[in-house]
């Protein structure tokens, strides 16, 4: 468990970021339940449900297997100011009926089943423009972190499961 004090004085943001995770994920009890999570924490959540999202490879396998959280998640990305992403999910999920992904995943799936193919070359380009918009989303994470650090607090002793 980190000291707080000695985890937001980390000057590398990527050290910063790894050793709030490490905060949070205690306070995860279960997979994909992060409503008792306070709104920075949620925030933090969300961004790193997306980019372990992105690992898989694409917008599409995002959308079936983590899309129930895409508005969320363009909620987080609001929060820390990254803006150009937020813009591209926005076109991404501008496919789905009223612009708003399902939170259940077979519906989610028989969209995505249903979409033509311009759609997923479109979804590939936006895709790859998320990597190449340079926009330094761990560095604005970063200092969203050390804006609200009074938000991202280890679990006490006295705190455990309630």
């Not at 992060?34 to 924490?41: D, K, Q």
């Not at 969320?72 to 926005?90: D, F, H, P, Q, W």
């Not at 936006?126 to 938000?151: C, H, M, W």
């Amino acid at each position: 468990m980190h000291n707080p004090d000695s985890v937001f004085s980390l000057e590398d943001n990527q050290a910063l970021i790894l050793a709030v995770g490490e905060i949070i994920t205690p306070k995860i009890k279960q997979r994909d339940q992060f409503e008792h999570l306070n709104p920075a924490e949620q925030t933090f959540i969300y961004l790193d449900v997306f980019e372990a999202a992105l690992n898989t490879g694409s917008l599409e396998s995002f959308f079936l297997n983590s899309g129930q959280f895409t508005h969320e998640i363009i909620g987080a990305y609001s929060n820390i100011k990254a803006y150009k992403t937020v813009r591209l999910l926005e076109q991404a999920m501008s496919v789905f009926p009223d612009k708003k992904v399902p939170k259940n995943k077979a519906e989610r799936l028989s969209i995505i089943k249903g979409l033509h193919e311009s759609t997923r070359k479109h979804w590939e380009s936006l895709f790859n423009q998320l990597f190449e918009s340079g926009e330094p989303v761990a560095d604005l994470l970063a200092t969203y972190i050390r804006k609200n650090q009074e938000q991202f607090m280890p679990l006490s002793n006295t705190q455990g499961d309630v």
